[in-house]
T-cell receptor, first 110, second 117 residues
Framework: LAKTTQPISMDSYEGQEVNITCSHN???????ITWYQQFPSQGPRFIIQ???TKVTNEVASLFIPADRKSSTLSLPRVSLSDTAVYYC???????????FGKGTRLSVIA | GAVVSQHPSWVICKSGTSVKIECRSL??????MFWYRQFPKQSLMLMAT?????????EQGVEKDKFLINHASLTLSTLTVTSAHPEDSSFYIC?????????????FGPGTRLTVL
């Protein structure tokens, strides 16, 4: 499993786009990059997953460069309800569990 | 779809008692479930991997005799904290692996907050 490094915290104003970058220098060839969101006293919620290039869904976009040593989660026009901890994880497909790093605590300010 | 529930959502118990936490996959079959523990302001820590019909695999440092895991069916795994002590107070989260077309996903339960007095 790839070890990931993220900023500990970020602040943003409402309506801005937020980009959270994660480093995973030793990612394995078969590892996917997955991002989860966690609110206080709740279980993590899947946001987005990708292998390379760009993936977009109704919640976020994920950018993964060709070398796959980093990835950027992009949240468009954040609101106060986006205040949460965001985890970047690398994992292989199959039966391997997700191993969480420290995550990035995003605070959205009005 | 892909909903995971936990019961109870919170529990308070006296030191020395045992507490059972249930994790259910409501609308899919989960051959593998995972148990995590999370202390305040910290990240999730994997405790064990639970496979249906077989013994759980525990992470290093997790006492298997203290944290009993049973995965008796494809939709239910239980974690029993035996002889609980105040240091076992934590947020316990389970997840279930669901094989979707083209990808594997882990879906998390809402968590169970255990407080041991």
């Amino acid at each position: 499993l790839a070890k990931t490094t993220q900023p500990i915290s970020m602040d943003s104003y409402e309506g801005q786009e937020v980009n959270i970058t994660c480093s995973h220098n030793n990612i394995a060839t078969n590892d996917y990059i997955t991002w989860y969101q966690q609110f206080p006293s709740q279980g993590p919620r899947f946001i987005i997953q990708g292998y390379k290039t760009k993936v977009t869904n109704e919640v976020a976009s994920l950018f993964i460069p060709a070398d796959r040593k980093s990835s950027t989660l992009s949240l468009p026009r954040v609101s106060l309800s986006d205040t949460a901890v965001y985890y970047c994880l690398g994992r292989a497909s199959g039966n391997t569990p997700l191993v969480f790093g420290k995550g990035t605590r995003l605070s959205v300010i009005a | 779809g892909a909903v995971v529930s936990q019961h109870p959502s919170w529990v308070i118990c006296k030191s020395g008692t045992s507490v059972k936490i249930e994790c259910r996959s409501l609308d899919f079959q989960a051959t593998t479930m995972f148990w995590y523990r999370q202390f305040p302001k910290q990240s999730l820590m994997l405790m064990a991997t639970s496979n249906e019909g077989s013994k759980a695999t525990y992470e290093q440092g997790v006492e298997k005799d203290k944290f009993l895991i049973n995965h008796a069916s494809l939709t239910l795994s239980t974690l029993t904290v035996t002889s609980a002590h105040p240091e076992d107070s934590s947020f316990y989260i389970c997840s279930a692996r669901h094989r979707l077309a083209g990808a594997d996903e882990q879906f998390f339960g809402p968590g169970t907050r255990l407080t041991v007095l």
